[in-house]
């Protein structure tokens, strides 16, 4: 049985009260807008393997929708198991432009609009990726938890209400959620319009990190370079100090450490992602905000936490992250930097992997590196009308997408000084903003006025609050 919307519900009381003191052409216009708002819900309901909730909206001139689809578990075996995908949908109008969001992880609970929803004042289509609670088969079977399963879920959504929608569309993403993007574009490249590509690493050479090690050498200014650097070194230094502020707060809150086996690794862990949690997230004026390294264990252990976030090494906080965790340790590759700065004070650097991350019930077996460089090899050769935006100061950045003599109508920008949050045109120098919104308004066929960018970082970035190292 199809649950029943909120504007639904709302919509037969206005027309119950049509009759009852109001103007003949008040009644018209109530009657008229009743059955043009009803037509959206009505047309998304009839769509086979469709529920649909029509939630409060929070933006004007939007309607929200909550989507679930059914999809295959296994997309070469569409008559096997299934299971509900979430799909949040902000609508505007069927003829307008959509934008399809990817995060490459839970699809955020509220409105939101992306950038380039605001550059084409479109409707907006945001996916829950593939086993992330609750768009998770169950029993999970692991094995197709892969970008090509992934994009080709994207593929039916997109398929399914093309035939709704008819204006252009164009993907967007960011971190994950950017190469989620690129993995829908290289598969399905006739899909969509175009592409906007936030801040997305693209790791080809999994056994070669030799550009991180370089980044972290070279990022931000000697002072603070060193100073972020000093500081992840005390942290190994005070080691017991640490752990013993650690257990207090992991006995308060009831954290466990079942999937990193004990509170050192964990520890340990969040010490080796500290450079790189800093400037993935911080500027270099935020530099002046770090304690000293001769400072207190309590202030020393507030900045490690403040930066690297603590309770993310627990279960509680990987358990939402196996999906992706299990996805970097058989297909996307992870960095590994060189630790030199931090040994011979380290315990457990060889636990700096995705398969830490993940349970040892769950098998997993690296393709060394074969889908990535599949991906790499059609974005150099084959990209069309894609439009990728990197951070200066990001790690994620230093192994970026690159374009070849086969790309078209296609660029690679980078936003001065700015980190994993330049998830932003608006943030490219003048010229090169300008250049930029105007090929995503070509593409999504588009000559109005954009409307106004409503986002919030919690919404349109999930890696804000939790931090996992992608």
Not at 221 to 240: G, I, Q, T, W, Y
Not at 356 to 370: A, E, K, L, W
Not at 436 to 441: I, P
């Amino acid at each position: 049985m199809r649950r029943v919307s909120q504007g639904a519900v709302a919509l037969l009381l206005a027309a119950g009260l049509a009759g009852t003191g109001l103007t003949s052409a008040q009644a018209a216009t109530t009657t008229q807008a009743t059955a043009q708002a009803g037509d959206i819900a009505a047309r998304l309901d009839a769509v086979p393997g469709m529920e649909v909730t029509e939630k409060p909206s929070t933006i004007p001139g939007q309607r929200w929708f909550w989507l679930t689809y059914r999809q295959p578990v296994d997309h070469r075996k569409p008559s096997g198991r299934w299971f509900e995908q979430r799909i949040m949908l902000q609508h505007v109008s069927t003829d307008r432009p959509t934008v399809f969001y990817t995060s490459g992880y839970h699809t955020p609970e509220t409105m939101f609009t992306a950038e380039p929803t605001a550059l084409v004042n479109g409707n907006q289509v945001s996916m829950e990726y593939r086993y992330f609670s609750p768009s998770r088969p169950e029993p999970a079977d692991w094995r197709k938890d892969t970008i090509w399963q992934a994009a080709t879920d994207q593929h039916r959504i997109i398929e399914a209400l093309d035939r709704i929608y008819t204006g252009k569309w164009i993907t967007t993403g960011a971190s994950k959620g950017g190469m989620t993007a690129v993995y829908h574009k290289r598969f399905y490249p006739d899909d969509v319009d175009g592409s906007v590509v936030y801040v997305a690493p693209n790791d080809v050479r999994n056994q070669d990190d030799r550009a991180y090690d370089a980044f972290f050498e070279t990022v931000g200014s000697p002072e603070c370079n060193a100073h972020v650097k000093a500081l992840a070194r005390e942290f190994l230094k005070r080691r017991p100090a640490m752990l013993e502020r650690f257990a207090a707060a992991a006995k308060e809150n009831g954290w466990t450490f079942e999937i990193l086996r004990t509170p050192d690794r964990a520890f340990e862990n969040s010490v080796m992602d500290f450079e790189w949690a800093f400037w993935q997230y911080s500027l270099e004026s935020d530099c002046a905000d770090l304690p000293a390294a001769t400072a207190s264990d309590d202030e020393i252990y507030a900045a490690l936490d403040a930066v690297s976030g603590l309770s993310f090494y627990t279960d509680q906080g990987l358990e939402p992250y196996v999906p992706y965790y299990y996805q970097a340790g058989t297909q996307l590759g992870w960095p590994k930097p060189e630790f030199r700065n931090l040994r011979p004070l380290l315990r457990h650097e060889s636990s700096y992997q995705p398969r830490t991350y993940v349970p040892r019930d769950i098998p997993m077996r690296f393709d060394h590196g074969r889908a990535m460089r599949d991906i790499d090899r059609w974005v150099r050769g084959n990209a069309e009308h894609m439009l990728f935006v990197y951070g200066e100061n990001d790690p994620w950045g230093a192994e970026p997408f690159r374009l070849g003599k086969g790309a078209r109508d296609s660029d690679v920008y980078v936003a001065p000084g700015q980190n994993h949050s330049a998830r932003l045109i608006a943030r490219l120098p003048a010229e090169q903003r300008a250049d930029a919104e105007s090929d995503v308004r070509r593409w999504a066929g588009v000559q109005d006025e954009p409307r106004t960018l409503r986002t919030g970082p919690a919404a349109d970035d999930p890696l804000q609050t939790q931090r996992p190292r992608l």
